[in-house]
């Protein structure tokens, strides 16, 4: 199964051969019940893992040496979230606990994550892990997370028309609300762009839907923007640090049969130029980028 996966995953790439710097490095994502890994140098992709009856809803970092999946399935004859980790070198997997949109902080040991209800987190305390929330909303909100450094992150409750951002320092233990950068941008699909201290997400309009992506310091100050076709259909799903450059897709559909499909760019941040590195390949809405 796991052969005839990968190939799978081979055939639906369709990598194209760049004129451009070759990039360097892996992002891991998820596609159904499959972590799978993709090659900046050619766009290649395999299987990394087979994780049974669940569907992998996010990956995020876990240090250096782990990835932090958001898997959904059936438990005891319900729908459940649940937080599980993924050791690279060895393949090996954990469930963690029932949660969803897992964030781990390096620098105080603090795993965040929603329980549906209410946004929490475990941190370390003098018998171990506990317990400690963050914010309460209603069920079914919609929440995003964005880590900014290893001890602050973003958080968002709501919808694009209402979506409230805040900013919590775990090191502190202190929450801001960033009302003016909650008035002109989303969190769903942003990065934070650590060099400049600024954050990349897509513009809000007043009718609730987004627009360009552009770049924001965290007071809502607009600083300038991408240079991509004026399309709300571009999402950025990793930043790679080391190489100044942005994962995005895109999707599109094809003449014949209106298929669905899923393009593969790369932002070149240092030239302002962008390219199609995959023609069709699902990344999910989060990915994971390790440079080696």
């Not at 729908?79 to 969803?100: D, S």
């Not at 310091?217 to 640090?241: H, I, M, N």
Request: proline content about 2%.
């Amino acid at each position: 199964m796991l052969v005839a996966a990968s190939l799978l995953f081979t055939q639906l790439a369709g990598c194209e051969q760049p004129s451009h710097p070759e990039l360097r490095g892996h992002l891991y994502f998820g596609s159904g019940q499959y972590l799978g890994r993709l090659d900046l140098r050619d766009g290649s992709t395999s299987v990394e893992a087979n994780l049974g009856d669940v569907s992998i809803r996010r990956v995020s970092a876990y240090g250096d040496e782990n990835l932090l999946l958001t898997v959904f399935g059936i438990v005891n004859h319900k729908e459940t979230y649940r937080l599980m980790q993924y050791e690279i070198a060895t393949g090996q997997t954990g469930t963690l606990f029932k949660g969803r949109k897992g964030l781990y902080l390096a620098g105080q040991e603090m795993l965040v994550y929603d329980d549906r209800l209410r946004l929490r987190a475990k941190v370390r305390g003098e018998s171990g892990r506990v317990d400690v929330d963050l914010a309460q909303h209603e069920f079914g909100d919609r929440i995003q997370l964005i880590p900014v450094s290893d001890s602050r992150f973003l958080y968002s409750i709501g919808d694009t028309q209402g979506e409230r951002i805040f900013a919590h320092d775990a090191y502190t233990q202190t929450t801001t609300y960033l009302e003016k950068l909650s008035a002109v941008c989303g969190l769903d699909g942003a990065i934070w762009i650590d060099e400049s201290r600024q954050l990349l997400c897509r513009m809000t309009a007043t009718s609730g839907q987004f627009e360009s992506y552009s770049f924001f310091d965290l007071d809502g100050t607009r600083r300038g923007r991408l240079s991509l076709p004026e399309s709300r259909s571009f999402r950025a799903v990793a930043y790679l640090q080391d190489q100044e450059a942005l994962v995005l897709t895109q999707p599109w559909y094809t003449l014949i049969g209106q298929r669905g499909k899923t393009a593969i760019w790369i932002y070149d941040l240092g030239s302002d130029e962008y390219y199609r590195l995959v023609k069709d390949q699902y990344l999910g809405e989060t990915a994971v980028y390790k440079s080696e």
